[in-house]
């Protein structure tokens, strides 16, 4: 019995450990990164995708189609119905398959989906939201 009891207690332990070594979320922390934005500390995602499953409201098909939940393009002459890629302040284009090709998983020290007034910053190219993705400073 009293065996069981400590092999219970070591259990118990090691899924408290393991449960707490999982940084990648949806929040602010303490390294000045914008609230709602989506993180990786452990290295765990491969890809660009891995960031955006954790972002609510965005859809990944697996074509490579990325669209902003609410995000409705008004004007198709200027802006597809995706969303623009910005990386390091530098808006990239539309594609999916382009942003995830220019910047490896490793180096992405956060992700952030503007949409609605947030993404005015970018004029009418920010009509469908804007994924920003800001890579770790070496």
Same mark, same amino acid.
């Given at each position: 019995?009293?065996?069981?009891?400590?092999?219970?207690?070591?259990?118990? $332990? $090691?899924?408290?450990?393991?449960?707490?070594?999982?940084?990648?979320?949806?929040?602010?922390?303490?390294?000045? +990164?914008?609230?709602?934005?989506?993180?990786?500390?452990?290295? @765990?995602?491969?890809?660009?995708?891995?960031?955006?499953?954790?972002?609510?409201?965005v859809?990944?098909? /697996?074509? /490579?189609m990325?669209?902003? +939940?609410?995000?409705?393009?008004?004007?198709?002459?200027?802006?597809?119905?995706?969303?623009l890629?910005?990386?390091?302040?530098? $808006?990239? /284009? @539309?594609?999916?398959?382009?942003?995830?090709?220019?910047?490896?998983?490793?180096?992405?020290?956060?992700?952030k989906?503007?949409?609605?007034?947030?993404?005015?910053? @970018?004029?009418?190219?920010?009509?469908? /939201?804007?994924?920003?993705?800001?890579?770790?400073?070496?």
């Open positions: 019995m009293r065996t069981a009891i400590i092999l219970l207690i070591f259990a118990f $332990a $090691a899924f408290t450990v393991a449960c707490s070594s999982v940084s990648s979320t949806v929040a602010g922390d303490n390294k000045n +990164r914008p609230e709602g934005s989506v993180y990786d500390d452990n290295d @765990y995602f491969t890809s660009l995708a891995d960031y955006l499953h954790k972002v609510p409201g859809n990944i098909s /697996g074509s /490579g990325v669209t902003i +939940r609410g995000m409705n393009s008004f004007d198709t002459t200027y802006s597809p119905i995706t969303p890629f910005v990386i390091d302040g530098i $808006a990239v /284009g @539309y594609s999916y398959n382009e942003a995830n090709r220019m910047v490896h998983p490793l180096y992405i020290d956060y992700v989906v503007l949409k609605g007034p947030d993404a005015t910053i @970018y004029g009418s190219r920010g009509g469908n /939201g804007v994924i920003e993705i800001v890579t770790r400073k070496m």
